[in-house]
């Protein structure tokens, strides 16, 4: 039977790089006979533009009857202005939430060709390797109520609610321990429980799940201390759980001490392993249309859909080899390049792959 | 007129590294005819031990009356298992509203006697001299309604709410750019403008304060993206102004990039420029009671005192020299040691200081 795959470009530099993602996955569809059939629509800004909402209806409907997505990246200056309620970025949490996508796995992973890009020590970034579990559907970002007011006294005020259920910590931490346990079996919990009584709550439950993992060993960390601990010794983690908002700032930092983020790729995983998948990064549109952008992280992406919405662990290894092969080459886009190494362009760095695979 | 100090040295190695900043206290004291009185009491543990709680009415009482608090640290395992109600931490929190203390001054500084010392690249961090402003009474530390509780299906939940009003911003907002106004003219306002509410009003007021301060160039970056360009190219930055919440990340994660934590002092301040002091660092149980920990941060701590709340601008350089000085002179306690450079216990290390002053 066919695998429906919906394939959601984005804004900025979303569509160059998902130009060379798609060619990467129709070869390995072929190559794999993978019976792959792709589909496009629009997420974001793009939708904005053509639907007058950054999430269609009728695109929903896609994604949910679709096995996989494939996403590039959203949002833009030139939707800053737009009403708070229907930017681009309410597009990608709608989708996040509506597919009920709560366990979102984020790599960071050095490249070996390109330690040279941290702006950390050698010593203390060769061979990172961590990965960061952030639930991704609850929290501050989802909390009700929230709200913008003005107070009888003229005063203007506004407020979040940060909520988490029993229910919504412990899936995130099986999924936490349930990583931990095919990688290092060492997982960090990171929370704020000595102020917030989320956190407290999140601690607990945590404990609890930890007793079906005896062969995980758990610690607990304060997100401030875990925010220094990630430059100070970023190897001392394998891999770290934590709530939406955390998880946020974490993963890009930790994202960022590999410094190669055009090369990280992500998954959103459901229930059953239904994903999204998307790299780090953002839209980019600085650089946007000039083809320079590094399609490396898309064509990761693809490579953690083929492993863990489809379990096609071969096709998935060989597109991981092959984006290897091409940094072996000396292949390099504009914000991984380096003295010596040669520089190409989104759709020439696409190619290679192609190529390779 | 004397001025009242109150003393609070707290827990874990508070009191070592608090004897050594009295003694350089007590000298300036003398030196420089400050008239300073300084009475002792105990916050955090020390004062659950004492009073039964981790703030007493009468130390506050005291704290209210006198003209500035020098505060050690507080918190360790001794009281983990306490009733999170009156936690050590419940006594910190309890003191900074109590007083009002809403602009947290937390400044990042490279020493360049300890370049090696960071985790970093010496090009990437080489002169860092980063301020980040916190806003420290308001947010998600203290809003209200916090609650933990049992569903109706018998599931446990558990929320925090995060608030805030437009005077408070405007008030922490005028903090971040007075103080950008005497430093590098840079203001880089932090939030989650893209998804929480609180953060749109946030940058907002941010926006209308800005008015008063045409010669501050301002900026706004969201806090996940601020986790990475602190690790990417930290001297972008001048002074960041931020919430609770995203204040304690990111200035845990600013203060790192230093490598020289054990060196970085506080203030917390209320509207008329009454302040608690204190050092970034916490109150390392592992190493309390050893005779190890690094009185530097405590000290300069003293010497932030001097210059904000007292005025006292010769008194605080003349301490900051002496600190520079004893670096020069290659003593180091145990956390900021290396190759070829003496290593000296906390009361050296204070005596030392208080030789060069
Ligand atoms: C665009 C934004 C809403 C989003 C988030 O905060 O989740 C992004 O930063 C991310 O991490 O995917
Ligand atoms: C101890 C804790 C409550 C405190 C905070 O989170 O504010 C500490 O981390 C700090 O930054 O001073």
Redesign the interface.
Known sequence: MSKQILVLPGDGIGPEIMAEAVKVLNLANDKYTLGFELSFDDLGGAAIDRYGVPLADETLARAKAADAVLLGAV?GPKWDTID?AI?P?RGL?KIRSQLGLFGNLRPAILYPQLAEAS???PE?VAGLDILIVRELTGG??F?QP???KV?ENG?????????????EIRRIAKVGFDMARVRGKKLCSVD?A?????S??WRA?VEEVAKDYPDVELSHMY???A???????PKQFDVMVTDN??G??????A???T?S?GMLPSASLDANNKGMYEPCHGSAPDIAGKGIANPLATILSVSMMLRYSFGQVAAADAIEKAVSLVLDQGLRTGDIWSEGKTKVGTAAMGDAVVEAL
């Open positions: 949002g708070p930017r970025e949490l702006s950390l020590k203390v501050i970002y909390g929230r709200e913008s107070l005063e203007r005020m506004a407020y979040d609610t940060l909520p988490y259920s029993e229910s704020k000595n102020v917030l009584a989320s407290q709550l439950v997100v401030d201390n925010a220094m601990q990630l430059v100070r010794a908002m955390f946020d700032i974490l993963s890009d930092e994202s960022m001490l410094g983020i």
